[in-house]
């Protein structure tokens, strides 16, 4: 049976990694390289790196971060942040991404999952859908940062891109993230219901207990910055916590 | 120190992604040589045809090259080649992903899509069990397909692996392995993997 993964998110700025509150508020928490290491010697699934470079020299370092987090990690590494086109997918992968998740540049062009899909493979192609609840129940597609509400129901907005060739998506609660109150559960059951593919919950995790509650929600994956950062858990302790209460985790 | 480890000639097919599998190489002390040139395959100690996008595409560029006849010749010899996970599917006769063409036809099977009562792709870590005895011990590998060989094929040792029901995760007949996981992806486990069949050694053994 396929195990639950867990999986640190690095938010990378300028080569370094940052942390912050609802994608703002940027506190400086260490070197890439040196953290993707630590994690897979902790036991972590597979890593996420998120660019939130505001600029194209950033960018450029972006890539260079890439390239050094690879030599040294022997576990998948999926990258994002202003990720528009296939040409910006294949710098990511050929500097050592094994998969890439395009956000925004989906919304306003969706055809870019099945550029990335058809070029790259579908286990390449990574939708990172970021998702606010709506009065009245629901919730709608949210893009740049968080900055601007589209309108877009988000469970409609992942079935059209698995539709288009996303392999697997990243559901990011922006009413949650940064807020340590756990994953919105209902939005993770209905998603992992309405698609075929894994379902990574992100965006609000604190504690062992909110990612149990993500992967019993219906979540595959369970995505965490902070609890892992600032050192006051390690994904080591978070699996057997897991694995104490049932849920299949590769140790 | 340590004798140097003999380099392994990497086959690119053009869509492949192999920045991961070049890094997993120069981690344990291999230099990897990346080829497209069938006589370089053919005269080549060891020899690894990563996994390449979709089936089809994977032998239409191989035929192109002519890559598919000296991949045959190695794999027919016994000589070390190692296949990563569409790498595996070629080898057999032919995969639901791609009606009517022809696989590599060395290993007796068709390529066939997950059920629909699980995830697919399997995206993730899952347990191999494998026979001792050969390049791999039992543990947890990293996957990322959505056809696999669904059953244990004739005249090949095989891994297994449960996902909507048992798959082949792994095959070797001689030096040639074929894995439809990711060694270069799959952390300590995977590289215990490729350190072995480099070496041409036989696996400790014992599950992990």
């Not at chain 1, 049976?1 to 700025?13: E, F, G, N, S, Y």
């Not at chain 2, 036809?105 to 870590?125: E, I, K, L, S, Y």
Request: glycine fraction near 12%; include cysteine.
């Amino acid at each position: 049976m396929i195990t639950a993964r867990i999986i640190p998110c690095l938010d990378v700025r300028d080569g370094r990694i940052v942390k912050g509150i609802r994608f703002q508020g940027l506190q400086d928490a260490g070197d890439p390289a040196e953290r993707a290491a630590a994690y897979e010697a902790q036991g972590a699934d597979e890593l996420v790196i998120l660019d939130v470079s505001a600029t194209t020299e950033g960018r450029r370092t972006a890539a260079e971060t890439v390239r050094r987090v690879r030599d040294v990690l022997s576990i998948p590494l999926t990258v994002g942040g202003g990720v528009r086109s296939v040409d910006d997918a294949r710098r990511l992968l050929d500097a050592g991404a094994d998969k890439v998740a395009v956000n925004t540049a989906a919304v306003r062009d969706p055809s870019v999952i099945t550029a990335i899909a058809e070029r790259f493979g579908r286990q390449c192609a990574i939708l990172a859908l970021d998702a606010a609840a709506r009065e009245g129940g629901g919730w709608e597609v949210v893009v740049s940062s968080g900055r601007e509400r589209t309108g877009l129901d988000a469970i409609a907005w992942a079935r059209e891109a698995v539709a288009r060739g996303a392999g697997e998506i990243v559901l990011t609660s922006w009413d949650r993230d940064g807020t340590r109150l756990g994953y919105d559960l209902d939005l993770l059951a209905a998603a992992s219901s309405a698609v075929p593919v894994p379902i990574v919950a992100s965006g609000g995790a604190d504690s062992a207990e909110h990612l149990l509650q993500g992967l019993r929600a219906g979540a595959d994956a369970v995505l965490a910055a902070s609890i892992f950062h600032y050192g006051e858990t390690t994904v080591g302790e978070v699996k057997a916590y897991l694995a104490d209460h049932g849920i299949e985790v590769r140790r | 120190m340590n004798a140097r480890l003999p380099d392994i000639t990497v086959v690119v097919t053009g869509v492949a992604n192999l920045a991961s599998v070049l890094a997993a190489w120069r981690r344990l002390g291999v230099t990897p040589h990346v080829t497209e040139d069938p006589d370089e395959v053919r005269r080549a100690d060891r020899v690894e045809l990563p996994g390449v996008g979709s089936f089809g595409a994977a032998m239409e560029r191989l035929r192109e090259t002519g890559l598919d006849a000296a991949l045959s010749e190695r794999v027919d010899a016994g000589r070390p080649t190692l296949a990563i996970c569409v790498g595996l599917q070629v080898l057999c006769d032919a995969s639901e992903e791609s009606p009517g063409v022809t696989g590599l036809g060395r290993v007796p099977g068709t390529v066939a899509r997950f059920p629909d009562r699980v995830r697919v792709p399997q995206f993730g870590w899952n347990r191999v069990e494998a026979p001792a005895g050969g390049p791999l011990e039992s543990g947890y590998a990293y996957f990322a397909n959505s056809y696999r060989l669904p059953v244990a094929p004739a005249g090949w040792t095989a891994a297994i692996t449960d996902h909507g029901g048992p798959f082949a995760s792994a095959l070797w007949r001689g030096d040639v392995l074929a894995c439809q996981f990711h060694p270069e992806l799959s952390g300590a486990w995977g590289l215990g993997m490729l350190s072995c069949w480099i070496r041409g050694e036989v696996a400790p053994g014992g599950d992990r």
